[in-house]
Antibody, heavy 128, light 110 residues
Framework: EVQLVQSGAEVKKPGESLKISCKGS????????IGWVRQMPGKGLEWIAT????????IYSPSFQGQVAVSTDSSINTAYLQWSSLKASDTAIYYC?????????????????????WGQGTLVTVSS | QSVLTQPPSASGTPGHRVIISCSGS????????VHWYQQIRGAAPKVLVY???QRPSGVPDRFSGSKSGTSASLAISGLRSEDEADYYC???????????FGGGTKVTVL
């Protein structure tokens, strides 16, 4: 079974750094893009960034570029999302999700990819 | 303000049909695949429809997706209480170079 398991909830103060994780299992981790999605309290889904574990190629949403960093450690099938200086407005649930496709030709990325499966989410609370 | 526009809410009685719309532009829905996600309260989203109209195994055929021009829709027929959830459309936007989501539609079963 393909599964993504995320690290537990975090409570941090403004200005602190944080790195949350997402461990994949049940598939070849290096061959699938992993994305991160934010859901602020009571709000909708926002795409943050996507990374390809094999070569660390990445794409950032213009809204999040420079605010967060994504990385992977293929030796332990884990992707990361990190902040160097948290703000109260970073309070949200953060989901990781694998990018999946059934497209067999080479020019399908990213248009014919979707997020599946998703991790269970990591609640990040930033408060003084 | 989301790039893809969905109605904030929709409702229906058990057994009836609900249709959720998703309006975009030529740079997203008009030229790329649309995917739909269901998020039941307190849980992670899961894909319901991918590439406009395909369903993953395990998703009932009561759920169907369609697309025309720069709009897409998700239909839920034979509405059941367990369909109460938030539904999001999503697509790649070539102008923004970003995956974009609709604002979400909360479906209530009356």
């Amino acid at each position: 079974e393909v599964q993504l398991v995320q690290s537990g909830a975090e409570v941090k103060k403004p200005g602190e750094s944080l790195k949350i994780s997402c461990k994949g299992s049940g598939y070849n981790f290096t061959n699938y893009w992993i994305g991160w999605v934010r859901q602020m309290p009571g709000k909708g889904l926002e795409w943050i960034a996507t990374i390809y574990p094999l070569d660390s190629d990445n794409i950032y949403s213009p809204s999040f570029q420079g605010q967060v960093a994504v990385s992977t450690d293929s030796s332990i099938n884990t992707a990361y999302l990190q902040w160097s200086s948290l703000k109260a407005s970073d309070t949200a649930i953060y989901y990781c999700a694998r990018l999946t496709t059934n497209c067999l030709v080479s020019d399908c990325f990213p248009t014919k990819y979707w997020f599946d499966p998703w991790g269970q989410g990591t609640l990040v609370t930033v408060s003084s | 303000q989301s790039v893809l526009t969905q109605p904030p809410s929709a409702s229906g009685t058990p057994g009836h049909r609900v249709i959720i719309s998703c309006s975009g532009s030529s740079s997203n829905i008009g030229s790329n695949s649309v995917h739909w996600y269901q998020q039941i309260r307190g849980a992670a989203p899961k894909v319901l429809v991918y590439r406009d109209s395909q369903r993953p195994s395990g998703v009932p055929d009561r759920f169907s997706g369609s697309k025309s021009g720069t709009s897409a829709s998700l239909a839920i027929s034979g509405l059941r209480s367990e369909d109460e959830a938030d539904y999001y459309c999503a697509a790649w936007d070539a102008s923004l170079s970003a995956w974009v989501f609709g604002g979400g539609t909360k479906v209530t079963v009356l």
